[in-house]
């Protein structure tokens, strides 16, 4: 009997460390391409390590935006891996499948010091969110609501919206999840969206 609490212990800090292994993420960074004039510059002005703490820096922010301070609550992703590659369509900056983020050797040549950063990271967060975002169980896909995750990448600034609707597409996709959250259809959105002007 007099052991229990020294088991007690013992479990507690098994527990603690099995969740701590648990919700680590692995990032790795890997420049295939350290020859071709994009991959020089990688090496030379961004770099394994630094690209590495962008990376953790994206998931914090991302996490933040999708309210998932417990990592629970986040998709069970172990590993992140990105590569920096050539092989890409020559009309794609960089994209983003099975916990792997491709960036085209391409979209770094012919820029330098802050412009080069801002460009890389920007590019970095918005394929860090599909690495983090929830796809309705794969029923997002058709029509211009195949648009969807990437309007979450690209309008993370709107966090309500973006965290619920994160939220509910964890388990499934409704048109109805839109009206839902803004009170709005989608066609309804989809006329607003359209007015709005741009450059
Ligand atoms: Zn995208």
Not at 11 to 38: F, I, K, M, Q, R
Not at 83 to 104: G, K, M, T, Y
Request: hydrophobic share 40%; aromatic share 12%.
């Amino acid at each position: 009997m007099a052991n229990h609490p020294v088991f007690f212990l013992v479990y507690l800090l098994a527990l603690a460390t099995s969740l701590h292994s648990s919700t680590a993420v692995d990032y790795t960074v890997t420049n295939e391409v350290p020859t071709t004039p994009g991959g020089t510059i990688f090496d030379k002005e961004l770099g394994v390590e630094y690209t590495r703490q962008q990376m953790k820096s994206a998931s914090q922010f991302i996490w933040n935006l999708f309210r998932q301070p417990d990592p629970a609550s986040r998709k069970n992703v172990q590993s992140v891996s990105l590569f920096i590659v050539d092989n890409l369509d020559e009309r794609v900056v960089a994209l983003a499948s099975n916990n792997n983020i491709n960036v085209s050797d391409k979209s770094i040549q012919g820029l330098t010091g802050d412009e080069l950063k801002r460009s890389f990271n920007g590019v970095l967060y918005h394929e860090m969110t599909h690495i983090w975002q929830w796809n309705g169980n794969g029923q997002i896909g058709d029509g211009h609501l195949g648009n969807l995750t990437e309007g979450i990448a690209d309008f993370g600034l709107k966090s309500g919206f973006v965290a619920e609707l994160n939220a509910k597409l964890k388990d499934g996709y409704s048109p109805d999840f839109f009206f839902q959250i803004l009170g709005k259809t989608v066609d309804q959105l989809w006329t607003d969206y359209k007015n709005i002007p741009r450059n």
